[in-house]
């Protein structure tokens, strides 16, 4: 997609770089050109054979990321690999003559290799994100050992056997106990021995280690810290009192604790064992060991003798209406949590715990040192001893792995607790001890015989509104919404266990769908989103987000599709739990997770097939990121960069187009990805429901404010996005005034002022919302720009020329819902004149930015280079057909699932082909509307020659380049442009090139001219070698 010509680009760099770093059997070029200079700087011949007499390597910041290699350095004695991408130590384990060994800032995670050094004196590992710190253990000889960031936690018993340490960096590890540094310090370890001309030196600042009369964590150190040369902090802290503690906090609030906003925040509860009532003005709360001090309680904050006091962690630092809220948010992964008092000294310390979804954790009881789960939170009430629990059970394992399978098998359910009960499901509900109990092994095979079939529901409302007797998904009553029987429905069977125990928090779910069919290798060529839920949550009359449901049949309507039903709700009362399992086809699994899941969409709502936004959250599961690249090739649209990580997943039912061709406001949107106007990728995929096949859905990408975040590298909260041009979608309130005001001053101004003109410049892209407004005028979007319009911007405080794109503070454009384009509305003549239309009442920015003559020229100019390039009629053919045979293998079973597009194959085909149709005619009308909406006299051809091995031409913003989307025969390329209107054309040469001049219509020497279009135009750009 975007900018992968610049990727394929840094391949072909790194294979030449490998080859040749093979030469002396290194993997990493980057590590063959250090060890080479340190050959040269040592005089030898760069030889394999030379590499032995390498003793000590500075490789640090080289950008190196494979050490495959390096273990031909067999006398290596220090090695400093420091500031670079290395993740796999393995290829150290060969040497064994390392003495020192610097990882810092390093991307390992497995420090296992280390185990075979059991020479190192000296090794550095800060900031290293380490998953088990274990194997130093082995490291017996050590020194000097630097772990700074590096968490250790309550666990330091890796350090008992480091007895030769004279130097030791704990700083920021999250360090809570002192009584091993204690032991190592008895034992000469860490202390000055001036006969031996040794000083220690020791770092444990930062770190959560409390000094209370209830509490002194270093109690153990204190008769040794003074014999320390290089000791931090230079004095330990006296023992002070502790008034305060925290007491019980959720990280992952869904639904146990509401503000007064409605919204459900992470709470703390703090608690005042004190018999005096506590000021915490001047305390401070964190969940950073780097950062204690993070946010200050404000004045006035009192808790009573014996009493509670909540604080949200809400990320949105304020007090209203009797409410705190600090400036972080907390993460249900895991954080340490933080109380200081004024002073800055550590008052409580709450480590890093995973936490579950409405499960608190806290003192049981108020006040004491025992830190359990709660199942019924008690937020600012005594903490109950009921549905305590000190630990939480593992999963079940499951025998075999999700996916697919050719034959049946038997699935074994496990637990390495033998007095667990596993109970498990097969219908997609939540497994309780009301679920069958395994036993025995379970028959996984061809479809699922013990559950009954979803897609019975009925998909159609009832037409006499009196006679209302169940549910049903979808009410609009049209000739495209006939009544349908899904026909032989293929079903996978999805799985779902978890383990159980008296006395013990019951374990996460475990999901595994399975897919089985002699030929499930080849039968879909699409990718598979397994959804599993509790089918209430979809289907149920009350709370079902998929039915009509209660909300429809209180409300008879008469307009049924325009008429509230549960479907129609919003907000998170609405969103349900869901887990997800993504497969590639042929059944490699990207990726599985809890989410949340809401309907979307407009009157779409009411189709028989919805379409759905998935959440993901970090109370459903940390870190609440799909971390996945769900659509192979999509970069970000600021930098460039691979877009992996998604917050929000959409899976469209195609809207409007539901029942003819499943895609076309794809189309309109991959049309002009290539642009900086914001668009959603799109890749189609089946999806099933509690393993039930629910048909084509179009994975999309969600237009939010993480989606700003992950395409322009910037804070989502410092974002606003308005739609319909003046509704708050996202931001404070307030911040769509900047938007009502730009419009209200092209309304009022003269803007074929210069001067007016360059202060819109600095409020809006120019450039990106003409690229906006000429693809939604070609598409002949009839339902915009009164609507489905949105704008968004980077707060800042004045526009910001040198700041990133995106980041720049002016407002952009984001494109959503083309459904009412490519003829919906008018069929397939492509003659409806959408320049009136756009520039009519809805749409004043665009109707007074045309009074300037710049803006003018640049619009009419970039809508000719795009109907010369994004829109020349073979590239719209071609991608509709690449769209259509994308879809072929798989939509006659869509058709038989849900009846539509079309009742046939042939008839999807049929409605496909009018898309052809619509842009050939579009195609022969275009050229008018444009002539007769400016009044200019006709069009003209232009032909542009060029040697590309020398340079190439540039006409407006296109580049006549292969490389450019649209352009074929860059070399004797022919466009059509408007007459009398000055069109530009540049020559670029290539290096190792010159410009030499324009021959044909016009000769000059001048790299650029400025043409005014009266007739037909060639030139050809004359390139010379240098």
């Given at each position: 997609?975007?900018?992968?010509?610049?990727?394929?680009?840094?391949?072909?760099?790194?294979?030449?770089?490998?080859?040749?770093?093979?030469?002396?059997?290194?993997?990493?070029?980057?590590?063959?050109?250090?060890?080479?200079?340190?050959?040269?700087?040592?005089?030898?011949?760069?030889?394999?054979?030379?590499?032995?007499?390498?003793?000590?390597?500075?490789?640090?910041?080289?950008?190196?990321?494979?050490?495959?290699?390096?273990?031909?350095?067999?006398?290596?004695?220090?090695?400093?690999?420091?500031?670079?991408?290395?993740?796999?130590?393995?290829?150290?384990?060969?040497?064994?003559?390392?003495?020192?060994?610097?990882?810092?800032?390093?991307?390992?995670?497995?420090?296992?290799?280390?185990?075979?050094?059991?020479?190192?004196?000296?090794?550095?590992?800060?900031?290293?994100?380490?998953?088990?710190?274990?194997?130093?253990?082995?490291?017996?000889?050590?020194?000097?050992?630097?772990?700074?960031?590096?968490?250790?936690?309550?666990?330091?018993?890796?350090?008992?056997?480091?007895?030769?340490?004279?130097?030791?960096?704990?700083?920021?590890?999250?360090?809570?106990?002192?009584?091993?540094?204690?032991?190592?310090?008895?034992?000469?370890?860490?202390?000055?021995?001036?006969?031996?001309?040794?000083?220690?030196?020791?770092?444990?600042?930062?770190?959560?280690?409390?000094?209370?009369?209830?509490?002194?964590?270093?109690?153990?150190?204190?008769?040794?810290?003074?014999?320390?040369?290089?000791?931090?902090?230079?004095?330990?802290?006296?023992?002070?009192?502790?008034?305060?503690?925290?007491?019980?906090?959720?990280?992952?609030?869904?639904?146990?604790?509401?503000?007064?906003?409605?919204?459900?925040?992470?709470?703390?509860?703090?608690?005042?064992?004190?018999?005096?009532?506590?000021?915490?003005?001047?305390?401070?709360?964190?969940d950073s060991l780097s950062n204690p001090l993070k946010w200050r309680f404000p004045a006035n904050a009192v808790i009573p003798a014996g009493g509670y006091i909540l604080v949200?962690?809400?990320?949105?630092?304020?007090?209203?209406?009797?409410?705190?809220?600090?400036?972080?948010?907390?993460?249900?992964?895991?954080?340490?949590?933080?109380?200081?008092?004024?002073?800055?000294?550590?008052?409580?310390?709450?480590?890093?715990?995973?936490?579950?979804?409405?499960?608190?954790y806290g003192r049981s009881p108020d006040g004491s040192d025992s830190l359990v789960f709660f199942q019924a939170a008690t937020p600012g009430k005594p903490n109950s001893t009921d549905k305590a629990f000190a630990e939480k059970l593992q999963p079940p394992k499951f025998s075999h792995v999700r996916g697919f399978y050719p034959e049946s098998f038997y699935l074994e359910l496990s637990s390495a607790d033998p007095d667990v009960i596993i109970y498990y499901t097969l219908d997609g509900s939540v497994p309780t001890p009301d679920s069958s109990v395994y036993q025995e092994p379970i028959l996984i095979g061809p479809g699922n015989t013990t559950t009954e079939l979803l897609s019975l529901i009925k998909t159609f409302g009832p037409f006499n509104l009196n006679r209302i007797e169940q549910d049903y998904t979808g009410q609009k009553q049209t000739k495209a919404f006939l009544p349908w029987t899904p026909q032989d429905v293929y079903q996978g069977i999805v799985v779902r266990a978890a383990a159980y125990k008296d006395g013990v928090l019951a374990s996460d779910v475990e999901t595994h769908t399975y897919f089985v069919d002699e030929d499930i290798y080849n039968r879909y060529s699409l990718?598979?989103?397994?959804?599993?839920?509790?089918?209430?949550?979809?289907?149920?009359?009350?709370?079902?987000?998929?039915?009509?449901?209660?909300?429809?049949?209180?409300?008879?309507?008469?307009?049924?599709?325009?008429?509230?039903?549960?479907?129609?709700?919003?907000?998170?009362?609405?969103?349900?739990?869901?887990?997800?399992?993504?497969?590639?086809?042929?059944?490699?699994?990207?990726?599985?997770?809890?989410?949340?899941?809401?309907?979307?969409?407009?009157?779409?709502?009411?189709?028989?097939?919805?379409?759905?936004?998935?959440?993901?959250?970090?109370?459903?599961?940390?870190?609440?990121?799909?971390?996945?690249?769900?659509?192979?090739?999509?970069?970000?649209?600021?930098?460039?960069?691979?877009?992996?990580?998604?917050?929000?997943?959409?899976?469209?039912?195609?809207?409007?187009?539901?029942?003819?061709?499943?895609?076309?406001?794809?189309?309109?949107?991959?049309?002009?990805a290539h642009t900086k106007v914001d668009v959603m990728a799109y890749r189609p995929a089946v999806v099933f429901i509690n393993g039930e096949y629910w048909g084509i859905h179009n994975i999309r990408e969600r237009l939010d404010q993480h989606y700003l975040a992950a395409h322009y590298n910037l804070d989502p909260e410092n974002v606003v996005i308005t739609t319909h041009y003046d509704e708050l979608d996202y931001g404070n309130p307030g911040d769509e005034r900047d938007l009502h005001e730009i419009t209200a001053y092209v309304q009022r101004n003269n803007m074929a002022s210069a001067q007016n003109y360059q202060y819109i410049t600095t409020k809006i892209d120019i450039d990106q919302f003409i690229d906006y407004q000429v693809a939604q005028i070609f598409y002949s979007n009839t339902d915009w720009p009164g609507k489905n319009t949105a704008a968004w911007r980077y707060k800042t405080?004045?526009?910001?020329?040198?700041?990133?794109?995106?980041?720049?503070?002016?407002?952009?454009?984001?494109?959503?819902?083309?459904?009412?384009?490519?003829?919906?509305?008018?069929?397939?003549?492509?003659?409806?004149?959408?320049?009136?239309?756009?520039?009519?009442?809805?749409?004043?920015?665009?109707?007074?930015?045309?009074?300037?003559?710049?803006?003018?020229?640049?619009?009419?100019?970039?809508?000719?280079?795009?109907?010369?390039?994004?829109?020349?009629?073979?590239?719209?053919?071609?991608?509709?057909d690449q769209f259509e045979a994308v879809l072929e293998p798989e939509i006659a079973e869509h058709i038989a699932r849900w009846g539509n597009p079309g009742r046939s194959v042939e008839e999807w085909k049929q409605n496909v082909n009018k898309m052809r149709i619509w842009a050939q005619n579009r195609h022969k009308y275009i050229w008018t509307m444009l002539t007769d909406f400016f009044k200019l006299p006709g069009t003209a051809t232009v032909t542009l020659n060029s040697d590309l091995d020398a340079g190439y031409i540039q006409i407006n913003t296109l580049d006549l380049v292969p490389e450019t989307p649209g352009i074929t025969n860059p070399e004797s390329w022919q466009g059509t442009y408007l007459r009398s209107v000055p069109i530009k054309v540049t020559a670029h040469p290539k290096p190792g090139y010159e410009f030499v001049g324009w021959e044909g219509s016009r000769t000059s020497t001048e790299t650029q001219l400025e043409i005014m279009l009266t007739s037909d135009l060639e030139l050809t750009a004359v390139f010379r070698k240098l």
């Open positions: 997609m975007r900018k992968a010509a610049l990727i394929s680009l840094c391949i072909v760099l790194l294979l030449a770089g490998y080859a040749s770093g093979s030469e002396l059997g290194f993997a990493d070029p980057n590590l063959t050109a250090v060890v080479e200079a340190e050959l040269r700087a040592l005089g030898r011949e760069v030889s394999v054979e030379s590499l032995k007499t390498i003793v000590e390597l500075k490789a640090d910041n080289h950008g190196i990321s494979n050490l495959a290699g390096i273990e031909q350095l067999i006398n290596l004695r220090s090695l400093d690999i420091s500031f670079n991408p290395v993740r796999d130590l393995t290829p150290l384990q060969a040497l064994t003559q390392l003495t020192s060994l610097n990882l810092r800032e390093t991307l390992v995670t497995d420090l296992s290799p280390v185990v075979d050094l059991g020479n190192l004196e000296y090794l550095n590992i800060h900031s290293i994100p380490a998953v088990s710190i274990e194997p130093i253990s082995a490291l017996t000889k050590l020194e000097t050992l630097i772990m700074r960031n590096v968490y250790i936690g309550e666990d330091t018993s890796f350090l008992k056997n480091l007895t030769n340490l004279k130097r030791l960096n704990l700083r920021s590890t999250g360090l809570t106990d002192t009584l091993v540094l204690a032991d190592l310090m008895r034992q000469g370890a860490l202390q000055n021995q001036h006969h031996l001309g040794i000083r220690a030196e020791l770092d444990i600042r930062d770190n959560p280690l409390q000094s209370t009369v209830l509490r002194d964590d270093y109690e153990p150190i204190r008769p040794y810290w003074v014999n320390i040369f290089a000791r931090e902090p230079v004095v330990l802290p006296d023992v002070g009192e502790q008034n305060v503690l925290i007491n019980e906090f959720m990280a992952a609030n869904s639904s146990t604790l509401k503000s007064r906003s409605q919204e459900y925040y992470d709470w703390i509860e703090l608690y005042n064992p004190q018999p005096d009532d506590v000021d915490l003005t001047g305390y401070y709360l964190s949200y962690a809400s990320g949105l630092d304020q007090t209203s209406f009797g409410e705190i809220h600090t400036n972080f948010k907390l993460g249900s992964e895991g954080e340490p949590l933080l109380l200081s008092d004024p002073e800055g000294r550590l008052q409580d310390y709450i480590p890093p715990k995973p936490h579950m979804q409405d499960i608190s990718p598979i989103i397994s959804i599993a839920t509790d089918p209430g949550n979809f289907f149920d009359h009350n709370y079902g987000i998929y039915v009509a449901g209660a909300f429809y049949f209180n409300f008879r309507p008469g307009r049924p599709w325009h008429n509230p039903g549960n479907y129609t709700q919003r907000g998170i009362m609405w969103e349900r739990p869901v887990h997800v399992e993504f497969f590639e086809p042929g059944g490699m699994v990207g990726f599985t997770m809890n989410m949340g899941a809401r309907t979307h969409g407009g009157i779409t709502r009411a189709w028989p097939q919805k379409s759905l936004k998935l959440y993901a959250r970090s109370s459903y599961q940390p870190p609440g990121i799909v971390e996945y690249p769900i659509f192979p090739g999509l970069t970000t649209t600021g930098t460039g960069e691979p877009l992996t990580e998604f917050k929000r997943i959409l899976l469209r039912n195609a809207g409007n187009h539901w029942s003819i061709d499943l895609f076309a406001d794809a189309l309109m949107h991959e049309l002009i405080d004045q526009y910001d020329p040198d700041a990133p794109y995106g980041q720049d503070g002016r407002w952009r454009w984001m494109m959503f819902d083309t459904d009412f384009g490519f003829g919906y509305v008018h069929g397939t003549g492509g003659d409806f004149n959408s320049m009136e239309h756009a520039t009519g009442s809805r749409g004043p920015l665009l109707r007074g930015l045309l009074e300037n003559p710049n803006f003018r020229i640049q619009f009419i100019n970039t809508f000719a280079d795009h109907l010369n390039s994004s829109f020349t009629l073979d590239r719209i053919i071609t991608m509709i």
